[in-house]
C-alpha cells in the first residue's frame, strides 16, 4: 500500500498489517535519530556515474572553508582534484555540506573513490553501461509482484521462484470468482492476474493505472528517441519473451488484463465503471506468501478515480499496442470508451477514506484531474471531437498547477495528460501545444532550482518527505527527462539523472534505496513473502527493489520509536515493519524503472561510448581584480569536418560564477557552465577556431578550468 503527501493514514488505521519482530540488521536500523546510518561522509552514487553525465558528491563536513577532494582510481592514482564548493547547513538533512564536482572527467572504469579532508566515499564505477542491470532489474520487480501465475525459478533465481497465488488452490480461495463487500454487489467477479500493489496482496486500481501508464510511457519515450529496441522483445525477465512483442508491453499487458477484468459487467449496475480494490478482508499476516493466503478476497465499491485510471491506461493501451496486436488495441479502446461515459455519468463517485480495513482506502474526493487526464489519452488515441472538447474545457488545460507542488502522483494526475498533450502529435492549435510544453519546462525548472538549493541535489521541497517521497523523486526526474526532450537543453538531463544520484547513495544517510545496487543499500522493505528479517528462510527483496524513503511524518510505530528527533531527509529505517518508510510499490518501481531505461541509452552502437568532439581549446584569463575576472574561450575544431551548432560545456574548480559573455550564449548551473554559439558563428570548419569572452566573479581564488566538452554538429 503506498500513500500520496496529500492522503496519509493515521498509523491507528494501519495497525492491523503490523507484526512486530525481527532484528534490525541493515546499516540504516541503528535506532539513533537523523542520520542513522555509520556511513562515509563522502557521499557518492555508490554505482556510479556516466561517462558524459554529471558527477557530483555531498561531503558532510564542519569545515566553512573550501576543501580538496581527489579522485582515485582503482589503483590509488589521483587522476583528477579539485576543491569543493561550501553550501553550509542543509534543512532537510540538518548537516552541515560541501560539494564535488568532477564532471570534467569523463574516464571510464571501475573502482573509483572520492577523497575529502581524509574521508573516502564508498567505490563507484564511470562507465556507459552503467545502467543496463538496473534497467532489466527495475522491470523484473513487476514480474516478481505478478499474481495468478507461478514465478518461474529460470526467470527469477529459486529463492524468488513460487506457486501461482490467489487461484483458488486450497488454502487460498483465489481470485477468479471474487464476491463483493456486503451491499456493493450481488455478483461474483473473475479479477485473477495483475500485479500485487506493494508488501501486501491488495491490488488497486488508481495505483495500478498510474504504474501502467509509466510502463508503456516508458516504451513511448524510447521511441521516440530511437532507442525502444533496448526495450524490446526478448530484452527483458518475462514468460512472454520471444512472442514478437516488446517485453516491456507484455509486462504491461499483464495489469492491462487485470484492469479490465475490475470493469463492472453490462447489464449491472454502474456498468462500464470499475471496482476501486480487491484485497483481503482483514489485513494479511506477515509473513505470508500469496498461495499461502487463507483469508476471503473482496472486491470494493466503484469509483470515479478507478473508472477514469482504467479509461487512461486502456486509451494509452489502444495506441501504443496497435502495431503489435491490434485486435488487443481494439479491446483496450473499447474498454476505455465505457469507462469514460461511465465516469461522465457517474461523475462523483468517490473511494471513502473509512474504507480501510485490509487494505489501504485510496481516497480521492477530486477527479478533475484523472478526467483531464483520461480526456488527453483518449483524444491521442481517437483524435475525436468530444474528447478535444473535454480535454479543452478541462479546469486543468490551462491551469498553471497541473504539476503540483509535489509533481505527479497517484492522486495527482493532470500531469499526465499534459505530458501526453506534449509528446503525442494531436490536432490541438499550435499556440496551445506550446504552452503546454512550456508548462513542461517550467516545472522542470522548478525541480531544477530546488536541486540548486539543496546540498543533495533533490528536487522534492525541503519539507516534502512524506510517505513514497522516493518515488515523488523519480516522478519529478521523468519531468527533467521530458523537459529536456521537448527542448534538447542538456541542464534537465543532468537534472534527471542527478536523481539517480539521490536515490543510489547521494543521500542524507548515505544509503542505496535500491536492493542490491550500491555498497550499502536497503535490504529489510516491508513486504509479505519478501521478508528474510521474519523468517530466514524467506528472502530480502530482488535486485531492483525502491524503498519508499524518508518520511517526516513517521507513520508507522518502529519509525515513531526509532526516528524520534529526525531531519526530514533522514527519517527513514531499514527494517521490515517500517512500513510508512520502508515499504515497496508498483507506483514507486514504475518511475524508477522508467528513469533507469531512459538513464541506460546510449547514443552509439555496440554499447560504447559516443566519440569525443575533435577539438581543442584555449582558456586565456585577461584580466583579474579583488572579486572578478574576464577571459577568452577559444575552441578549435580539429577533427575532419565542419561543426554546425556548437555547444561547450566546463565546471569552474574555484566556485567562479559568470555574470555575462559575449560572441556564445552562456548559462550556468552550480559549477557547470554552459555555452552555446551566438547564431552567425554557429559553423566551425576543419582546422578553424572561434572565440568568445566571459566576466565572471570570484572570492578569492580563480583557477582555470581544464576539462571542457564540445558535444554538437559533426563533432558529436
Given at each position: 500500500?503506498?500513500?500520496?503527501?496529500?492522503?496519509?493514514?493515521?498509523?491507528?488505521?494501519?495497525?492491523?498489517?503490523?507484526?512486530?519482530?525481527?532484528?534490525?540488521?541493515?546499516?540504516?536500523?541503528?535506532?539513533?535519530?537523523?542520520?542513522?546510518?555509520?556511513?562515509?561522509?563522502?557521499?557518492?552514487?555508490?554505482?556510479?556515474?556516466?561517462?558524459?553525465?554529471?558527477?557530483?558528491?555531498?561531503?558532510?563536513?564542519?569545515?566553512?572553508?573550501?576543501?580538496?577532494?581527489?579522485?582515485?582510481?582503482?589503483?590509488?592514482?589521483?587522476?583528477?582534484?579539485?576543491?569543493?564548493?561550501?553550501?553550509?547547513?542543509?534543512?532537510?538533512?540538518?548537516?552541515?555540506?560541501?560539494?564535488?564536482?568532477?564532471?570534467?572527467?569523463?574516464?571510464?572504469?571501475?573502482?573509483?573513490?572520492?577523497?575529502?579532508?581524509?574521508?573516502?566515499?564508498?567505490?563507484?564505477?564511470?562507465?556507459?553501461?552503467?545502467?543496463?542491470?538496473?534497467?532489466?532489474?527495475?522491470?523484473?520487480?513487476?514480474?516478481?509482484?505478478?499474481?495468478?501465475?507461478?514465478?518461474?525459478?529460470?526467470?527469477?533465481?529459486?529463492?524468488?521462484?513460487?506457486?501461482?497465488?490467489?487461484?483458488?488452490?486450497?488454502?487460498?480461495?483465489?481470485?477468479?470468482?471474487?464476491?463483493?463487500?456486503?451491499?456493493?454487489?450481488?455478483?461474483?467477479?473473475?479479477?485473477?492476474?495483475?500485479?500485487?500493489?506493494?508488501?501486501?496482496?491488495?491490488?488497486?486500481?488508481?495505483?495500478?493505472?498510474?504504474?501502467?501508464?509509466?510502463?508503456v510511457n516508458s516504451f513511448e519515450r524510447a521511441q521516440r528517441a530511437g532507442k525502444e529496441a533496448a526495450l524490446g522483445d526478448s530484452t527483458l525477465r518475462v514468460p512472454e519473451r520471444g512472442n514478437g512483442v516488446p517485453d516491456v508491453l507484455d509486462e504491461a499487458r499483464w495489469e492491462l488484463d487485470f484492469l479490465m477484468r475490475m470493469q463492472v459487467p453490462e447489464g449491472k449496475p454502474y456498468?462500464?465503471?470499475?471496482?476501486?480494490?480487491?484485497?483481503?478482508?482483514?489485513?494479511?499476516?506477515?509473513?505470508?506468501?500469496?498461495?499461502?493466503?487463507?483469508?476471503?478476497?473482496?472486491?470494493?465499491?466503484?469509483?470515479?478515480?478507478?473508472?477514469?485510471?482504467?479509461?487512461?491506461?486502456?486509451?494509452?493501451?489502444?495506441?501504443?499496442?496497435?502495431?503489435?496486436?491490434?485486435?488487443?488495441?481494439?479491446?483496450?479502446?473499447?474498454?476505455?470508451?465505457?469507462?469514460?461515459?461511465?465516469?461522465?455519468?457517474?461523475?462523483?463517485?468517490?473511494?471513502?477514506?473509512?474504507?480501510?480495513?485490509?487494505?489501504?482506502?485510496?481516497?480521492?474526493?477530486?477527479?478533475?484531474?484523472?478526467?483531464?487526464?483520461?480526456?488527453?489519452?483518449?483524444?491521442?488515441?481517437?483524435?475525436?471531437?468530444?474528447?478535444?472538447?473535454?480535454?479543452?474545457?478541462?479546469?486543468?488545460?490551462?491551469?498553471?498547477?497541473?504539476?503540483?507542488?509535489?509533481?505527479?502522483?497517484?492522486?495527482?494526475?493532470?500531469?499526465?495528460?499534459?505530458?501526453?498533450?506534449a509528446t503525442v502529435p494531436n490536432g490541438l492549435p499550435a499556440a496551445d501545444v506550446a504552452r503546454i510544453r512550456a508548462s513542461v519546462t517550467a516545472a522542470a525548472d522548478g525541480y531544477l532550482a530546488r536541486m540548486a538549493a539543496q546540498g543533495y541535489a533533490v528536487p522534492v521541497p525541503a519539507d516534502g518527505y512524506f510517505w513514497g517521497s522516493n518515488g515523488e523523486v523519480a516522478n519529478d526526474?521523468?519531468?527533467?527527462?521530458?523537459?529536456?526532450?521537448?527542448?534538447?537543453?542538456?541542464?534537465?538531463?543532468?537534472?534527471?539523472?542527478?536523481?539517480?544520484?539521490?536515490?543510489?547513495?547521494?543521500?542524507?544517510?548515505?544509503?542505496?534505496?535500491?536492493?542490491?545496487?550500491?555498497?550499502?543499500?536497503?535490504?529489510?522493505?516491508?513486504?509479505?513473502?519478501?521478508?528474510?528479517?521474519?523468517?530466514?528462510?524467506?528472502?530480502?527483496?530482488?535486485?531492483?527493489?525502491?524503498?519508499?524513503?524518508?518520511?517526516?511524518?513517521?507513520?508507522?510505530?518502529?519509525?515513531?520509536?526509532?526516528?524520534?528527533?529526525?531531519?526530514?531527509?533522514?527519517?527513514?529505517?531499514?527494517?521490515?515493519?517500517?512500513?510508512?518508510?520502508?515499504?515497496?510499490?508498483?507506483?514507486?518501481?514504475?518511475?524508477?524503472?522508467?528513469?533507469?531505461?531512459?538513464?541506460?541509452?546510449?547514443?552509439?552502437?555496440?554499447?560504447?561510448?559516443?566519440?569525443?568532439a575533435a577539438c581543442a581549446v584555449t582558456y586565456t584569463v585577461n584580466n583579474v581584480w579583488n572579486t572578478g575576472f574576464t577571459a577568452t574561450v577559444t575552441v578549435r575544431n580539429t577533427g575532419p569536418t565542419a561543426v554546425d551548432g556548437w555547444r561547450l560545456t566546463w565546471a569552474y574548480p574555484g566556485g567562479q560564477r559568470v555574470t555575462s559573455a559575449w560572441n556564445a550564449t552562456v548559462t550556468?548551473?552550480?559549477?557547470?557552465?554552459?555555452?552555446?554559439?551566438?547564431?552567425?558563428?554557429?559553423?566551425?570548419?576543419?582546422?578553424?577556431?572561434?572565440?568568445?569572452?566571459?566576466?565572471?566573479?570570484?572570492?578569492?581564488?580563480?583557477?582555470?578550468?581544464?576539462?571542457?566538452?564540445?558535444?554538437?554538429?559533426?563533432?558529436?
Amino acid at each position: 500500500m503506498s500513500l500520496s503527501p496529500s492522503l496519509r493514514l493515521p498509523a491507528t488505521l494501519l495497525t492491523g498489517a503490523l507484526l512486530l519482530g525481527g532484528l534490525m540488521t541493515a546499516p540504516a536500523a541503528t535506532g539513533a535519530p537523523a542520520a542513522a546510518a555509520a556511513t562515509a561522509a563522502v557521499r557518492v552514487n555508490q554505482v556510479g556515474y556516466l561517462p558524459d553525465g554529471p558527477k557530483r558528491a555531498t561531503v558532510v563536513t564542519t569545515a566553512t572553508q573550501s576543501l580538496t577532494w581527489q579522485l582515485r582510481n582503482a589503483s590509488g592514482t589521483v587522476v583528477a582534484s579539485g576543491p569543493t564548493t561550501p553550501r553550509g547547513a542543509d534543512a532537510p538533512s540538518g548537516q552541515s555540506l560541501q560539494v564535488a564536482d568532477f564532471s570534467s572527467y569523463r574516464e571510464t572504469g571501475a573502482g573509483y573513490v572520492l577523497t575529502v579532508d581524509g574521508h573516502s566515499s564508498a567505490p563507484f564505477d564511470i562507465r556507459a553501461d552503467l545502467y543496463d542491470a538496473l534497467r532489466s532489474d527495475s522491470m523484473a520487480f513487476f514480474h516478481h509482484q505478478r499474481s495468478g501465475i507461478a514465478i518461474d525459478a529460470s526467470l527469477v533465481g529459486s529463492a524468488y521462484a513460487r506457486p501461482a497465488g490467489h487461484l483458488g488452490i486450497a488454502p487460498n480461495k483465489g481470485d477468479t470468482a471474487v464476491p463483493c463487500q456486503a451491499t456493493v454487489c450481488d455478483y461474483t467477479q473473475d479479477v485473477r492476474g495483475g500485479w500485487y500493489d506493494a508488501g501486501d496482496h491488495g491490488k488497486y486500481v488508481v495505483n495500478g493505472g498510474i504504474s501502467t501508464w509509466l510502463v508503456v510511457n516508458s516504451f513511448e519515450r524510447a521511441q521516440r528517441a530511437g532507442k525502444e529496441a533496448a526495450l524490446g522483445d526478448s530484452t527483458l525477465r518475462v514468460p512472454e519473451r520471444g512472442n514478437g512483442v516488446p517485453d516491456v508491453l507484455d509486462e504491461a499487458r499483464w495489469e492491462l488484463d487485470f484492469l479490465m477484468r475490475m470493469q463492472v459487467p453490462e447489464g449491472k449496475p454502474y456498468a462500464g465503471m470499475v471496482f476501486h480494490k480487491i484485497h483481503d478482508a482483514a489485513w494479511t499476516a506477515m509473513p505470508m506468501r500469496p498461495e499461502q493466503d487463507p483469508q476471503p478476497r473482496e472486491l470494493h465499491r466503484p469509483s470515479t478515480a478507478a473508472t477514469l485510471n482504467l479509461a487512461a491506461a486502456a486509451a494509452q493501451c489502444a495506441r501504443v499496442f496497435r502495431p503489435y496486436d491490434p485486435a488487443y488495441a481494439d479491446r483496450c479502446l473499447s474498454a476505455a470508451r465505457k469507462a469514460w461515459t461511465a465516469a461522465r455519468a457517474n461523475p462523483a463517485l468517490y473511494a471513502p477514506a473509512s474504507d480501510s480495513t485490509g487494505g489501504g482506502a485510496y481516497e480521492d474526493s477530486r477527479v478533475t484531474d484523472e478526467f483531464y487526464w483520461a480526456a488527453a489519452e483518449l483524444y491521442a488515441a481517437t483524435g475525436e471531437g468530444s474528447y478535444r472538447d473535454a480535454v479543452t474545457a478541462s479546469p486543468w488545460h490551462t491551469s498553471a498547477d497541473a504539476f503540483s507542488a509535489y509533481g505527479f502522483g497517484w492522486a495527482d494526475t493532470a500531469a499526465l495528460g499534459r505530458i501526453v498533450l506534449a509528446t503525442v502529435p494531436n490536432g490541438l492549435p499550435a499556440a496551445d501545444v506550446a504552452r503546454i510544453r512550456a508548462s513542461v519546462t517550467a516545472a522542470a525548472d522548478g525541480y531544477l532550482a530546488r536541486m540548486a538549493a539543496q546540498g543533495y541535489a533533490v528536487p522534492v521541497p525541503a519539507d516534502g518527505y512524506f510517505w513514497g517521497s522516493n518515488g515523488e523523486v523519480a516522478n519529478d526526474a521523468i519531468v527533467m527527462a521530458v523537459a529536456g526532450e521537448l527542448t534538447g537543453d542538456e541542464r534537465y538531463r543532468a537534472g534527471a539523472l542527478e536523481t539517480m544520484d539521490y536515490l543510489l547513495g547521494r543521500n542524507a544517510l548515505g544509503l542505496s534505496y535500491v536492493t542490491g545496487h550500491g555498497e550499502t543499500s536497503a535490504q529489510n522493505q516491508h513486504h509479505r513473502f519478501w521478508a528474510h528479517q521474519l523468517d530466514a528462510s524467506l528472502p530480502h527483496p530482488p535486485a531492483g527493489s525502491l524503498a519508499g524513503g524518508p518520511n517526516s511524518a513517521l507513520q508507522d510505530p518502529i519509525a515513531a520509536e526509532k526516528l524520534a528527533g529526525c531531519a526530514p531527509a533522514a527519517c527513514y529505517i531499514d527494517h521490515i515493519d517500517s512500513y510508512s518508510t520502508n515499504e515497496v510499490a508498483v507506483n514507486w518501481n514504475a518511475p524508477l524503472a522508467w528513469l533507469a531505461a531512459y538513464a541506460a541509452e546510449r547514443s552509439s552502437t555496440g554499447g560504447e561510448e559516443p566519440p569525443t568532439a575533435a577539438c581543442a581549446v584555449t582558456y586565456t584569463v585577461n584580466n583579474v581584480w579583488n572579486t572578478g575576472f574576464t577571459a577568452t574561450v577559444t575552441v578549435r575544431n580539429t577533427g575532419p569536418t565542419a561543426v554546425d551548432g556548437w555547444r561547450l560545456t566546463w565546471a569552474y574548480p574555484g566556485g567562479q560564477r559568470v555574470t555575462s559573455a559575449w560572441n556564445a550564449t552562456v548559462t550556468q548551473d552550480g559549477t557547470a557552465v554552459d555555452a552555446r554559439d551566438a547564431g552567425w558563428n554557429r559553423t566551425i570548419a576543419p582546422g578553424a577556431a572561434v572565440s568568445f569572452g566571459v566576466q565572471g566573479t570570484h572570492t578569492g581564488s580563480n583557477p582555470s578550468p581544464t576539462g571542457f566538452a564540445l558535444d554538437g554538429g559533426a563533432c558529436v
